[in-house]
């Protein structure tokens, strides 16, 4: 497995774009939170607030990963996960579940399709190294 410090695997040393990243959360400050610990790594980050901007923006931008929030307005973040893995146009796109939720809910949304899980509040390092096994292939165990 490459490290995310160091050799910066993901392209932002040679100012690549590595992926786009689809951040699905209403908080506005989380929201840049995030953007600001991915765009330095390569990452273009897209973001919506909303469960309904969050589908039209899958279908219409195609991201290679989606951080989802489950408490969002609109169309809540469990059902956008479960129309992102049912439909096969976007099934194989990885969704990592980005919450304050319990245990119980992490269960459920990997058994959903989910391909990670994390918690907030989050370490930035932490993050970057769940979207690299995420984006390995494998199903990143969260925090």
């Known amino acids: 497995m490459r490290s995310i410090r160091g050799s910066s695997p993901i392209g932002s040393w040679r ?3 590595s992926a786009r990243i689809l951040v699905v959360e209403d908080h506005r400050t989380m929201r840049e939170a ?10 273009e980050v897209l ?3 909303d469960g309904v901007s969050a ?5 219409r931008e195609r991201p290679d990963l989606i951080l989802l929030d489950m408490n969002i307005p609109g169309v809540p973040g ?8 049912r439909d096969p146009q976007t099934a194989a796109i990885p969704v990592i579940v980005l919450t304050a939720t319990d245990e119980a809910a992490r269960r459920r949304v990997l058994a959903l399709g989910a391909d990670g899980f994390f918690t907030k509040p989050f370490q930035p390092l932490a993050l970057l190294q769940t ?9 990143a165990p969260g925090s």
Request: aromatic share 2%; proline share 3%; glycine share 14%.
């Open 78 to 85: 469990l059902e956008v996960l479960e129309a992102v893995k």
């Open 34 to 43: 995030v953007r600001l610990i991915l765009e330095p790594e390569g990452f």
């Open 131 to 139: 979207l690299e096994r995420v984006r390995g292939g494998g199903v």
């Open 15 to 17: 100012g690549e774009v």
């Open 47 to 49: 973001e919506v607030a």
């Open 55 to 59: 589908l039209e923006a899958v279908r």
